[in-house]
């Protein structure tokens, strides 16, 4: 029995060995078989918008100073030739409808970073707790954004405009209302940031969000409401 383990064992280990060596080359080579195959398994979240900003960048280059807005599709309809006239220079808008806080955080330097501007007037969030996000991280979201811009920029003031009360969210109230009171908290913590609670101005005298403020949807801004 022992002659036959002596026999037996050299080739068992070499096969193992084998198989290992084999495990290995193929994990290794699954990144240059994607890029040779053209696929990307997972594609950048919002390339395209960021592209289309990096184009606009370079047909206009940014002039340090000036003021940003950034966001989800609330910046995004924002007219702010019509609603900013006058303004000097005139608001760079740089929203993106859908986003996230986090979304905003992973592209703050082509979004914001890259105008070097005076002040940021953020609008998010509200996508944030319709997907479900808890209170806690968007709130962290929000601490992160706000870091991430004073690192790079100290001395930019930040404007906060908090959560609308839409009538399509309605059901989303309280926990858009918990984030506005915790976003509001970071705020008064930094000298350099400002927020604007447009909660109670937005609601009539049921206690709902006032129909005129919103297009039909429910969701996004009439004229009137911006």
């Not at 479900?132 to 979201?141: I, M, N, Q, S, Y």
């Not at 940031?193 to 297009?215: H, Y």
Request: with cysteine.
């Amino acid at each position: 029995k022992e002659s036959e383990m002596r026999l037996e064992t050299p080739m068992i280990f070499p096969t193992r060995c084998r198989f290992a060596a084999m495990a290995a080359m193929l994990c290794l080579s699954a990144p240059l078989l994607a890029q040779e195959s053209g696929k990307d398994p997972k594609p950048v979240p919002w390339a395209k918008e960021m592209e289309k900003f990096a184009a606009e960048d370079e047909k206009h280059p940014p002039k340090p100073g000036g003021i940003v807005f950034a966001g989800s599709s609330s910046i995004v309809r924002w007219d702010l030739a019509k609603t900013m006239e006058g303004l000097k220079p005139q608001p760079v808008n740089r929203g993106f409808g859908g986003s996230q806080v986090s979304d905003l955080v992973r592209h703050l330097e082509r979004a914001v970073l890259v105008h070097k501007p005076r002040v940021v007037v953020i609008y998010s969030g509200d996508n944030d707790v319709a997907a479900g996000k808890e209170v806690k991280e968007v709130v962290a979201r929000y601490k992160r954004l706000m870091d991430n811009i004073h690192a790079a920029l100290p001395e930019t003031r930040i404007v906060v405009i908090s959560i609308k009360p839409s009538r399509a969210r309605w059901k989303l109230a309280e926990p858009m209302h918990e984030v506005n009171n915790q976003v509001r908290e970071l705020c008064e913590e930094n000298e350099r940031a400002v927020f604007v609670d447009l909660w109670k101005p937005m609601l009539g005298e049921d206690g709902q969000p006032r129909e005129k403020w919103f297009v039909e949807d429910g969701l996004h801004l009439s004229d009137e409401g911006y």
